[in-house]
């Protein structure tokens, strides 16, 4: 699969499933773990720390970030999710965009989050992935990286009956600290957690938080 591939089946995927994906997670974090990292992810970047949420998807993180004293904006490829994006939180900027190219300035932000959506992307494409991360991110500033933890690929085929389907895919967090490292990142901190069964979990999660070198 070529990038152009990947990229386009998943803006298809998220176009079509948008509004029912909304309706299903369209609460702010529920689990206390996730709020758990999201608040220390906030206090580490800083109170008015300039942050990019992205694959953003309908905003629920994005707008859980800016409750806790973070000045976020949001990225995704779909027009679908941005739509509903939008629509539930006028108060915050989206942009249309790949987080594989972003239209942001290098050095120009005090942090990234990607909250579950690197698990699209294929293998070989997470050192660039990785590198514009790094790009776009101010000496010292912090990526946030959540993700399923495994090497298993799961396959959503016609998620409420839409006729799409995309692989959803699951990660080491020994691979992805690697490839964190090796472009550049320092790492500093390694959550992984196992399932919550009453949230529907089968996997466990993992969150990694690495930094951006202040000499770069």
């Not at 699969?1 to 994906?21: C, E, I, K, N």
């Not at 949001?74 to 939180?89: F, H, K, T, Y």
């Not at 998620?159 to 080491?172: I, N, S, Y």
Request: charge should be negative.
């Amino acid at each position: 699969m070529t990038p152009r591939d990947f990229l386009s089946d998943t803006r298809t995927f998220y176009d079509a499933v948008a509004g029912d994906y909304a309706e299903l997670f369209s609460e702010e974090p529920a689990r206390p773990m996730d709020r758990g990292v999201l608040g220390g992810y906030a206090e580490i970047v800083g109170r008015g720390g300039v942050v990019l949420d992205l694959g953003c998807g309908p905003g629920r993180v994005t707008r859980h970030l800016g409750s806790l004293g973070l000045v976020v904006s949001g990225v995704d490829l779909s027009e679908g999710m941005l739509a509903v994006a939008r629509r539930e939180n006028p108060g915050i900027k989206f942009e249309l965009g790949s987080m594989t190219e972003l239209a942001h300035e290098d050095g120009s932000v005090d942090g990234v989050v990607s909250w579950y959506s690197s698990i699209h992307t294929p293998e070989p494409e997470l050192p660039a992935l990785f590198a514009e991360f790094l790009r776009v991110l101010r000496p010292g500033g912090h990526l946030l990286l959540a993700f399923q933890a495994g090497d298993e690929v799961q396959r959503h085929d016609q998620p409420w009956g839409h006729p799409v389907a995309l692989d959803f895919l699951r990660r080491e967090p020994e691979l992805m600290t690697r490839l964190l490292v090796a472009g550049g990142f320092e790492m500093r901190s390694w959550t992984v957690r196992e399932p919550e069964p009453s949230f529907g979990e089968k996997v466990r999660q993992a969150y990694l938080i690495a930094r951006k070198p202040q000499g770069d």
